[in-house]
């Protein structure tokens, strides 16, 4: 069994007040069980005031976690913040790994640092789930993930994030493990008698779409060539999307970005941002690689469809009772809410009045936002396989 207890700050200047409040509202020395681990998310000027370490030097047991431009708890929810989920079990074992400067690193290097980690994780026992949190890198991103570890003979479910800032500064992207906060890849195991249960959503349904089902028929890496034969930016205006001047249609988001649903061979569907054009062309930018002969689907943003997947999947957790829940929701899903980007997590955090209503229990809940949300789906067979998700609200629970 797993106790989930959350902290929630928004002292971003003051080191003793911030630390104060974080170990008031954990409160360890009480709540803490034989084993105890730490997942941290904050806005990364939490860094630069000497708060973030400070909270990990105060608290008496190991933490790993990235930036999130928004953050949510049970507590409270805001911009400039900074939480801590508490994992503390006397059955269930936790253990942290910290691959170093990865961004001075070849992605074959990572790869090989990376099958090596779970390799060693994986030694004496399997772990019933691993929780990576990985910063945004051109030369190995959150698929190369996916493929090194689904490619090794241990298959271990992968529920974690992509490190993300909102305002897009260069790395800002940082993540906490061995003690520290650095360009690292981070990565937390659990062993033992504990059973993740794995849920996702998305800011649209999946059998509906813009423009129809097409083929992907030529791309390279995350370049997105042709569609249908033709190039991918010309299909995109024939069925409305972009305009003559290559907006997005509509202007629903912050950003220019375009989410599709690509449907594998196996049955395993997934959401990806497509968010620029490759200047000089008609290609457009993936945050995930692809595979010619892949169906797609696009579809538009929309901050009704946001929310309502939300409460839709905070009611289904609910009626299954489940609680001491850890969610990761696409940053674009807060840009598909225009300026009230916290709409979200006031929707959960209603949810949560309800839970308390209906159970007379209260939900222990973390969010944060990310930029890539790492987390298994079923394929055809009702098989787990780890997955990269874009525009996703994914969400972890544990019996």
């Not at 991103?141 to 974690?160: A, H, K, R, W």
């Not at 409460?311 to 957790?317: A, H, I, P, T, V």
């Amino acid at each position: 069994m797993i106790k989930v207890y959350t902290a929630f700050t928004k002292e971003i200047d003051d080191v003793e007040a911030a630390v104060r409040e974080i170990l008031e509202q954990l409160n360890p020395s009480e709540n803490a069980l034989k084993n105890t681990v730490g997942i941290i998310h904050f806005y990364y000027e939490f860094i630069e005031t000497g708060v973030c370490q400070a909270i990990i030097d105060a608290l008496p047991f190991e933490l790993a976690g990235c930036v999130s431009s928004y953050t949510a708890t049970d507590k409270a929810y805001g911009d400039v913040s900074l939480s801590i989920t508490m994992l503390t079990s006397d059955e269930i074992d936790f253990s942290i790994r910290v691959i170093e400067d990865v961004d001075t690193k070849t992605r074959e290097q990572i790869t090989e640092e990376v099958k090596k980690m779970c390799m060693e994780l994986c030694g004496k026992e399997k772990p019933k789930m691993i929780m990576p949190y990985i910063p945004p890198l051109q030369q190995y991103g959150g698929d190369d993930l996916i493929t090194t570890v689904n490619s090794l003979p241990e298959q271990v479910p992968l529920f974690g994030t992509i490190s993300f800032n909102t305002e897009n500064i260069n790395k800002q992207n940082y993540v906490a493990g061995g003690g520290k906060i650095s360009s690292a890849f981070a990565f937390v195991a659990l062993y033992g008698n504990v059973e993740p249960h794995f849920n996702i959503t998305t800011a649209f349904a999946f059998e509906e779409s813009f423009g129809g089902s097409a083929k992907i028929t030529d791309s390279e890496g995350l370049v997105l060539k042709k569609i249908n034969d033709i190039s991918a930016l010309r299909y995109l205006k024939e069925q409305g999307m972009i305009t003559v001047d290559n907006q997005v249609s509509g202007g629903a988001a912050a950003v220019w970005a375009v989410p599709a649903i690509l449907t594998y061979p196996n049955g395993v569907k997934i959401v990806r941002a497509f968010l620029e054009i490759v200047e000089g062309t008609e290609y457009i930018v993936s945050t995930g690689p692809m595979e010619n002969g892949t169906e797609i689907r696009f579809a538009f943003l929309d901050g009704d469809k946001t929310l309502a997947s939300a409460e839709q999947l905070m009611n289904d957790l609910s009626k299954s009772k489940k609680n001491g829940i850890i969610a990761y929701s696409c940053a674009a899903r807060a840009w598909s809410l225009g300026t009230k980007y916290f709409a979200e997590a006031q929707k959960i955090a209603e949810c949560a009045k309800n839970y308390l209503s209906d159970h007379d229990n209260p939900l222990t809940y973390s969010v944060a936002y990310s930029g890539g949300e790492i987390c298994p789906i079923l394929d055809n067979d009702g098989k787990l396989v780890n997955a990269l998700h874009n525009y996703t609200l994914a969400t972890c629970s544990f019996d």
